[in-house]
């Protein structure tokens, strides 16, 4: 009797240790997740303030006039300058 009593409590161990592991695993997971999520996130606000990205290279293209889209865009927007708006 003293036998499988032991084993009980042993089994009881193993099953917690088990528990706990599996629990320490799905945290890990969930704090791995959003290191990465807070990287890439970084990653693109760090690229978009460079001088070579694309909306910076976008706007230069509106300035120079070289951009037929962004100009037809621009023309149909009324001019807040005429009306006496500073933006």
Known sequence: MT????DYIIDIEIKD????????????????????V??????????????WSFSVERLEALLRGKDSAARERKSALPDFRSAGLDI
Do not use: H, M
């Not at 036998?3 to 032991?6: D, E, L, T, V």
């Open 3 to 6: 036998n499988n009593s032991k």
């Open 17 to 36: 240790l088990i528990e706990e592991t599996d629990a320490a695993a799905r945290r890990t997971r969930w704090i791995i997740i959003v290191l990465v």
């Open 38 to 51: 807070a990287t890439v996130i970084v990653g693109i606000g760090f690229y978009n303030s460079t001088k």
